[in-house]
């Protein structure tokens, strides 16, 4: 078993420029979620999909979009980069729900 | 507003000795309670988990931490560090009547010194 697998692990991106971070799991989980990492405020959630076809806002949506593809894959969306959007990206997936999860080794992305 | 708090940005303790990382939570309802470690460049993973029953919580490596309800607390500890301890460590609540379903403290840097 891969657990969950991120791609890619580093991008630079200038301002305006648009990508999709990917990510999938093996582990038949019906939540997934993607987390933001910034140095000195933790992991704060920009979205989440309890089941295969919903998604949900989180704490810090904006400048985001996602798609759950289908229960193995949910990817992430950067329409317009900002320098703001500077961090770590994390996926997550976890089942039964509230319970631990299992994270992604992450995309560290840049944008200047 | 909900909320997990870890009051220390880093705690430096000595090999061999206990460990205590603190974390504090708000939220409302009955309240699910996570930890979890982050090595360098890596992601997280999870160290042990309270949801209910016994208020002291057994986990991985050795760790262990105790749900405090009237403290509003779950701290972790571990009664003899080693170096490989060192490390990033986050605290992580999860209620299913919040707006959002996990929410992660600023975490807290644990080094242990030889």
């Known amino acids: 078993n ?9 991008q630079v991106l200038k301002t305006g420029q648009s990508m999709t971070l990917q990510c999938a799991q093996d582990m038949n989980h019906n939540s997934m979620y993607w987390y933001r990492q910034d140095p000195g ?3 704060r959630l920009i979205y989440y999909s309890a089941s295969e076809g919903t998604t949900d806002k989180g704490e810090v949506p904006n400048g985001y979009n996602v798609s759950r593809l289908n229960k193995r894959e ?39 | 507003a909900q909320s997990v708090a870890q009051p220390e940005d880093q705690v430096n303790v000595a090999e061999g000795n206990p460990l205590t990382v603190k974390c504090t ?21 999870f160290l042990l988990k309270y949801i ?7 986990g991985s490596y050795g760790f262990e931490a105790e749900f405090n309800k009237s403290q509003t607390s779950f701290h972790l500890k ?37």
């Not at chain 2, 209910?52 to 057994?58: A, P, S, W, Y």
């Open chain 2, 78 to 114: 571990k009664p003899s560090a080693l170096v490989s301890d060192s490390a990033l460590y986050f605290c992580a609540c999860c209620t299913t009547s919040g707006t959002y379903k996990y929410i992660f403290g600023t975490g807290t840097r644990l080094k242990v010194l030889a």
């Open chain 1, 2 to 10: 891969a657990g969950v697998t991120q791609t890619p692990k580093f």
């Open chain 1, 41 to 43: 405020m933790g992991l």
């Open chain 2, 52 to 58: 209910t029953g016994d208020n002291l919580v057994k």
């Open chain 1, 74 to 112: 949910f990817s992430l969306r950067l329409e317009s980069a900002a320098p703001s959007q500077t961090s770590v990206y994390f996926c997550a997936s976890s089942d039964p729900d509230p319970d631990e999860q299992y994270f992604g080794p992450g995309t560290r992305l840049t944008v200047t």
């Open chain 2, 25 to 45: 939570y708000s939220v409302s309802g009955n309240p699910y309670l996570f930890w979890y470690v982050q090595y360098p460049n890596r992601g997280l993973q």
